[in-house]
């Protein structure tokens, strides 16, 4: 059976879930739920997710065999820390005696971890993440009375890094992924698959609301209502109030990103080529191209819904929000590749299956043992008493095998075993020489490469340069360069044309660093 996963974002604005099914060499996202909270003068934040939480579980019961979750960026710090040395174990030793040195706390009253962000021979540079252990309590209870108990809690803001393993991210390069949620926003900085660095800003979808509520002297919901219906924003158009409004709350965080940014050039990072937009505040009509425009740099949506492994009804109303659920279950999906980070240590580690094993021990103990004593009775048995019957068969076997055999051996093989071996080599010659006479209709790799050669378009007429060709079984993917959108359709339109390639795809058109058309083309390759 499939493993079933569950990853749980309980946001301030609303709870995502998503649930997928793992078995060997598939993964498919399943179902997808996003519940808004209501605001409630009577309950705090975590009794609210506990009682949405608890309703929806009874009203959609399910099954998984793991659940994960993160807590937010803003009850976690990060701080950047150098150790002369790169062994495991040293870090963990001297990591908390290195944070004593920065945290306004006791370093008992905190939880804290690490993940390696770069090492050298000789040095490891580190970013050390801590959080009270009253808040991850907190965030825990909320979560276990409504009867979820997840293996994994880690940091929202660290966990994005896993998309890039959802194979849409460039695997080179400085870009960030910037996370727009409703009372924050979560920066990540990667290079290639690589974590270098993580902000969280308290600015998010919220104080876009708050400014319009005050402005127009209407209440939130008024004022969200009217954010989600008419917001836009526009770097070139003339806009209304509402408009200015918003864009003038934006140019006040992009400061903030500004400055963000900067700290990381001056720590020596390299330029930054993109910026990946996620999350409910990205959702304003305009922002990427105005963020694009503000920056100067690529603002593009992260849609990590672009792959065949979807499965849930709704993906349109998902892509924006689902990027953190989906980093949390490529967590599950890849966890010796990615981010190794789990406050589920120690005092606090997951105890269920301990738990489960230790209270059925003694009857599987009881069980194995009267299984141990009927297998050997059954094995005496049937040893002295079938004994000589099996003596008989063999024999009887061995000679049936033999008399239908056309060309039998000049001396019959002795014993069932013998004959058996001796017919399925026959068979064998047989198949190999009926595969000889058949043939194969389905073409060589060699001559798939010549068909694409063939078909393409020549270098006078158009301008590809190809950096990736993987052919595996019937399916061919190719990853290639070009200065157009229009010779991407070219390079489709000639593939589509030759009779052997089957469901000609692009994906993942976008503009590289130089202006260049990036692309990736798949087709199936039949007879």
């Known amino acids: 059976m499939p493993q079933v996963i569950l990853a749980i974002d309980a946001g301030s604005y609303s709870i995502k879930l998503a649930k997928a099914e793992r078995s060997l060499g598939e993964f498919q996202l399943t179902e997808f739920y996003e519940i808004p909270l209501t605001s409630s003068e009577v309950l705090t934040r975590e009794q609210a997710t506990t009682a949405l939480l608890t309703r929806f579980f009874e009203e959609h019961p399910i099954y998984y065999d793991t659940a994960l979750a993160s807590l937010s960026g803003l009850q976690s710090s990060f701080r950047m820390l150098e150790f002369p040395f790169t062994q495991a174990k040293k870090i963990e030793s001297a990591l908390e005696f290195e944070l004593e040195n920065y945290v306004p706390l006791p370093i008992e009253d905190l939880l804290t971890d690490y993940v390696i962000v770069d090492k050298t021979e000789n040095i490891s540079k580190v970013l050390a993440v801590y959080t009270p252990k009253a808040e991850f309590v907190k965030f825990l209870n909320m979560l276990s009375h409504a009867n979820c108990d997840p293996r994994y809690v880690g940091i929202e803001s660290l966990d994005l890094a896993n998309l890039y393993h959802s194979g849409l991210l460039p695997p080179e390069g400085n870009y960030v992924i910037l996370d727009l949620g409703h009372s924050k926003t979560n920066l990540v900085l990667m290079q290639g698959p690589h974590l270098r660095a993580v902000r969280t800003l308290s600015f998010g979808g919220k104080a876009l609301t708050q400014a319009i509520a005050k402005a127009f002297q209407i209440e939130m919901p008024q004022a969200e209502e009217m954010k989600v219906k008419q917001g836009q924003v526009s770097a070139f158009e003339k806009t209304d109030r509402l408009s200015e409004l918003l864009q003038k709350t934006i140019d006040e ?34 922002l990427d191209q105005y963020i694009s425009t503000r920056l100067r740099l690529n603002v593009s949506p992260l849609d990590v819904l672009d792959f065949s492994y979807t499965k849930i009804s709704d993906p349109e109303a998902a892509r924006p929000v689902i990027a953190p659920c989906m980093a949390l279950l490529l967590r599950a999906v890849y966890p010796t590749k990615t981010i190794n980070l789990n406050f589920r240590r120690g005092e606090f580690a997951y105890k269920r299956d301990i738990q489960a094993i230790s209270s059925n021990l003694r009857p599987l103990a ?32 061995s000679t049936l095998i033999t008399q239908g055999m056309p060309n039998p051996p000049k001396k019959p093989p002795e014993g069932a075993q013998s004959a058996l071996s001796l017919l399925n080599s026959r068979i064998n010659e047989a198949n190999d020489r009926l595969k000889k006479l058949e043939g194969s209709n389905a073409p060589s790799s060699f001559e798939v490469l010549k068909l694409i050669s063939a078909n393409l378009p020549t270098r006078q007429e158009l301008k590809l340069d190809v950096d990736d060709m993987n052919i595996s079984g019937d399916h061919v993917r190719l990853e290639g360069r070009t200065i157009s959108y229009e010779a991407v359709d070219k390079v489709k339109a000639s593939l589509e044309k030759v009779s052997q390639f089957k ?19 798949s087709f199936d390759v039949g007879a």
Do not use: P
Not at 383 to 393: A, D, H, N, P, S
Not at 503 to 521: A, C, L, P
């Open 503 to 521: 469901n000609v795809q692009t994906g993942n058109v976008r503009k590289g660093v130089q202006d260049e058309i990036k692309f990736s083309v």
């Open 366 to 397: 009881v069980l194995a043992v009267a299984i141990f004593v009927l297998g050997l009775m059954y094995f005496v048995f049937t040893l002295y008493t079938f004994k000589g019957r099996e003596k008989k068969m063999n024999k009887g076997v």
């Open 253 to 286: 965080f992009l400061i903030q990103i500004r400055q963000t940014l900067f700290a990381f050039y001056e720590k020596g990072e390299k330029t930054i080529e993109a910026v990946y937009l996620c999350g409910g505040g990205s959702r304003l009509s305009g």
